[in-house]
């Protein structure tokens, strides 16, 4: 979910695949793609997190962005594109789609879709798009089933580093994901994606390891890529959601249910329960 679009609680042309690159401190490519003083386009500085990663690991450059809002506010990928990369930018609300266009048509190597991403059609569309399948690096936020979306991208490719948004109202060791339910949209409510356990479950099916959680977006590296070792998901929401200084000041709309977070787990399933009591059968809570 878009850091801006939050506030919504208190009042939210092709060209040839990159060759294979790796990132050192001593490169021109990976200075360039981490200044400390450059633009960032994400809510919370996702994008400078990302290629802090990206310094350090081999990766095609080319990147997926499902949901890619206007491509300018709150983006993950925009950074990247305007450094040469590659990729697919995907958003399916008109008008944000409209300023994508326009604002990404500086970029030769961006390829656009206006689509309501699902587990349905999300490979068809990467592969129509030329998407390699070892792609550089994936930013999901669609705010509702992005569980299952994520399960069909691995089943078939393998990015180097993906940037996933979890629920952070939800914490370990529950595992809650939002059913894949065509024609469900978030209502910009609590209820929306998944934990970051149940995130960490499909990561582990699949070799990734959890990295870094920034706030509530989880940062995953493919095993055998990987040189900066794995947390587990208690360690990564307690260093990177709920011990922060400043949580509450980011995340003011959770302010009636953080409560959540000093609950046991029994405590807190009966809890999350009452709160999605009017989407019973719509999510799984385990």
Known sequence: MRHQLKTRF????????????????????????????????SGLD???????????????????????SDGTSASNTRALFEKGWEGLAAEFDGEKFAKLA?????????????????????????????TPKKFGFLSLDIDSYDYFVLAKILSEFRPALICAEINEKIPPPLKFTVKWIPGHWW???????????????????????????HYNNAFL????????????????????????KDREIKFPWNKN???????????????????FREYRGKYELK
Request: hydrophobic share 35%.
């Open 102 to 130: 326009t604002s990404y048509a500086l970029f030769s190597g961006a390829r656009l879709s206006r689509n309501k991403i699902t587990p349905e059609n999300v490979i068809p569309l990467l592969k129509a798009h030329g």
């Open 10 to 41: 208190v009042k939210k042309s092709k060209g040839k695949i990159s060759r294979l690159t790796f990132g050192s401190s001593g490169s021109k490519a990976a200075s360039q793609e981490s200044l400390p003083g450059a633009q960032s386009y």
């Open 46 to 68: 996702e994008d400078k997190v990302a290629q802090k990663y990206l310094r350090k690991i081999a990766h095609q450059k080319f990147c997926v962005d499902i949901a890619a």
């Open 221 to 244: 590296i493919p095993s055998e890529l990987n040189p900066f070792g794995s947390l587990t998901p208690e360690a990564a929401f307690q260093k990177g959601y709920a011990g922060k």
């Open 187 to 213: 209502s910009g409510d609590h209820f929306y994606g998944q934990s970051i356990c149940q995130l960490h479950t499909l990561a582990s099916r699949y070799k990734y390891d959890l990295v870094e959680l």
């Open 257 to 275: 249910v953080d409560f959540l977070l000093e609950l046991s787990p029994v405590e807190a399933r009966k809890s999350i329960d009452h709160l």
